[in-house]
């Protein structure tokens, strides 16, 4: 099981690697000596109850956290081996790499396709067609497309919750990230739409790298390849999905995993 | 089922009555400052062509000239000087107070800022005299250095708590969940202030516009003190003009009631009455457009 724990030697396909991560906010500790390995091109679930931490994780991964006071980060976070918090790090191009989809969809409120658009024009494009190529790639690699294509123009927030959740993907994909880090991206939509966003998910892996936080353990073990269970800030065990679901290691996982707490 | 009143129920009644009387009397109030004000003022046209009255620039009462149309242009003038200097002033005062100041300077700025709302008119006219007017003076070549340029400086810096107030307020009531997306799409911060949160505060920041607009056309004692009161067209912005308020305030005590010198004042008044309203009907307009977004 180690292999996802992050001691062993740095292989060419771990995507991102995090050794000995503490968090801080304030005093209070939130993340406490976190070392794990995300695999390229896979999808690592993050499980656990509230509190415990995955969702402040995750943000670590494309230091969301700079946009709070008061947070200490301490340890290594590698993103294809590259220091994500050295000082010379850029935060604005690491985000570009490392994009994320946030619990409740958060479309802008401007019309489907500026949405879409506001990405790639942030990072200089001007030229309407490519603009139109991206926006209209986009939204397919969303699947999307097909609902949207013939009210581009009109406002983003007359979709559905469903609708919004994978316009925020379309507008991540936009901006041709490594990663995508979702943040319990299905927990305020109804159960078709969390289906759809589930199949597009699977769909994305083959060319992202996907770290997903879920409340919904059936959902991590239908959807991940890997799955990393927190408590109290610490990270219990990391393992493939299989293994993890069928023969968990630590006591604390097998308990969480059979509906005992959380 | 019987039938029982009980105490709640009367109460509630009574509390109704009293919120509808409360509600009848302010109308009552505005209807009757309207018809009394707009009644003085129409009977200007009995000696005077709604003509001559507002495309004339000619105020000469004793010859029975009576045209307002430098007063109007001194009022539109004035107000539009305050909003070009003062709108992206105040708004970068709000962007910077609410999105970019750490709360402890923004705890700080934030009474300051509503303090300068609460100095009265003439203390800002009095800073204009000893300030503005002084610049103007040397700087210009003026004689007097009175004119709309010092007035609309002096407004520019009265209608900024109003723009910066609301503006901020619009600001931060927008969702975190904005700045996030887009901080998350690689932005920067100017980024995300210049096409995400600006654009969505859009109808927010167009009230504070208007209502600062408002402020600085009915704004009297400040404006008299530096406008230089001499009812002679703006050629320049820094000749000795006059506005609707400033030249009612100088006029209304020394005109006989019921005159046509008198009666021109009370249909000044109208005047600017229906500007102040023209402005609160734009600012609903605003709010309801960007309500239906």
């Given at each position: 099981m180690s292999a996802y724990k992050g001691d062993g030697v740095i292989l060419m396909e771990d995507k991102i690697v995090v050794k000995n991560l503490d968090l801080y906010y304030g005093d209070n500790q939130?993340?406490?000596?976190v070392s794990i390995v995300m695999p390229e091109k896979s999808i690592t679930a993050f499980i656990g109850?509230?509190?415990?931490g995955k969702s402040t994780f995750l943000r670590t991964l494309n230091r969301m956290?700079?946009?709070?006071?008061n947070v200490k980060i301490l340890g290594r976070v590698l993103i294809d081996g590259q220091e994500i918090y050295s000082p010379d790090m850029d935060v604005v191009q690491l985000r570009k790499r490392v994009g994320m989809v946030f619990q409740r969809p958060n479309p802008f409120p401007k019309s489907v396709f500026e949405n879409v658009a506001y990405g790639p024009r942030i990072h200089g494009e001007v030229r309407k067609h490519r603009l139109n190529e991206t926006v209209e790639q986009s939204l397919r690699g969303a699947a999307l497309w097909d609902e949207v294509k013939d009210r581009l123009h009109k406002s983003a927030l007359g979709l559905s919750g469903g609708q919004q959740q994978r316009l925020c993907i379309a507008r991540l994909l936009a901006v041709e990230p490594e990663v995508l880090l979702m943040d319990e991206p299905t927990s305020a939509l109804d159960p078709i739409s969390t289906m759809k966003i589930e199949e597009l998910v699977t769909v994305l892996k083959q060319k992202y790298t996907i770290g997903i936080v879920t409340h919904n353990m059936h959902q991590a073990s239908r959807i991940s390849d890997h799955t990393a269970f927190f408590l109290n800030g610490e990270l219990i065990e990391a393992d493939d999905t299989g293994v993890l679901f069928t023969?968990?290691?630590?006591k604390r996982t097998e308990d969480y995993i059979s509906g005992r707490f959380g | 089922m019987p039938r029982k009143t009980s105490w709640a129920s009367v109460n509630d009644q009574l509390t109704r009555y009293l919120f509808i009387g409360c509600a009848v009397l302010v109308s009552l109030v505005i209807l009757s400052i309207l018809w009394f004000v707009g009644q003085q003022g129409l009977a200007t046209f009995r000696h005077v062509t709604p003509l001559e009255f507002f495309t004339s620039s000619r105020w000469n009462p004793d010859r029975g000239q009576y045209g307002i149309l430098t007063f109007i242009a001194g009022s539109i003038g004035t107000t539009f000087i305050a909003i070009v200097l003062g709108a992206p002033l105040g708004l970068a005062g709000a962007v910077f107070m609410g999105k970019i100041a750490p709360s402890s300077l923004r705890s700080l700025l934030r009474p300051v800022t509503e303090l300068f709302a609460g100095i009265p008119s003439v203390v800002y006219g009095y800073v204009g005299i000893v300030v503005f007017v002084k610049i103007i003076r040397k700087t210009t070549g003026?004689?007097?250095?009175?004119g709309l340029l010092a007035a609309g400086l002096v407004l520019a810096v009265m209608i900024l708590p109003t723009i910066i107030s609301i503006s901020e307020d619009t600001l931060r009531a927008l969702p975190d969940s904005y700045e996030e997306a887009s901080m998350a799409l690689g932005a920067t911060r100017w980024q995300t202030i210049w096409r995400v949160l600006l654009p969505a505060a859009k109808p927010g920041i167009l009230t504070a516009v208007i209502l600062a607009m408002a402020r600085a056309i009915g704004e009297t004692m400040a404006v008299q003190m530096v406008i230089g009161n001499s009812p002679l067209f703006p050629h320049s912005l820094v000749t000795p003009t006059s506005t609707l308020t400033s030249d009612i305030v100088m006029e209304m005590g020394n005109t006989p009631y019921g005159s046509t010198w008198n009666d021109a004042l009370f249909m000044m008044s109208v005047v600017l009455l229906l500007i102040s309203l023209a402005l609160i009907i734009l600012v609903r307009l605003g709010i309801q457009k960007g309500e239906a977004k």
């Open positions: 939130a993340l406490k000596d109850p509230s509190g415990c956290h700079d946009l709070l006071p023969r968990p290691a630590d | 003026s004689a007097t250095g009175f």
